[in-house]
């Protein structure tokens, strides 16, 4: 079934604004704000606003194909649902940010589950920390 076809089964229409914020995200290298996918859109279809980018990523998000998450300087940043599962390790004083393999997560989630019942979603989270250049820097 194409995404068109699953849209569409899901009661909504594949609509040109939709497809626009799809393949935007899909040529995101990172994980990105409505506003940058908005620029994107805008700099080959300056006729589309802003608002339509934002109203068409909360209706993506609300049928399972895009997502969200906020790092640690709050800004909503999006994501396609089907990306592959990973955390990120985001340095309190440079701004670094690195994607960690899902994995290294994992061990956390079980120990929140059995410890305190809780079912903690770890895909694309943030661990705040100090990057090793900054320690680096810092205990040197």
Not at 4 to 29: C, F, H, N, P, S
Not at 92 to 117: M, S, T
Request: charge should be positive; include cysteine; hydrophobic fraction near 40%.
């Amino acid at each position: 079934m194409s995404l068109a076809d699953d849209i569409r089964a899901k009661g909504r229409r594949m609509t040109v604004q939709r497809r626009l914020v799809l393949d935007a995200l899909e040529r995101a290298r990172h994980h990105t704000t409505a506003e940058e996918i908005a620029r994107r859109i805008r700099a080959r279809y300056p006729q589309i606003d802003p608002s339509t980018v934002y109203r068409n990523l909360e209706v993506l998000e609300e049928l399972g194909y895009v997502t969200h998450t906020h790092l640690d300087d709050r800004v909503t940043r999006w994501f396609r649902a089907d990306a592959e599962r990973h955390g990120h390790l985001v340095c309190r004083r440079c701004g670094a940010e690195q994607e960690i393999d899902f994995q290294v997560l994992a061990p956390l989630a079980r120990r929140l589950r059995e410890e305190h019942g809780f079912r903690a979603d770890l895909a694309h989270s943030a661990v705040v920390g100090i990057c090793r250049q900054c320690a680096a820097v810092s205990s040197g």
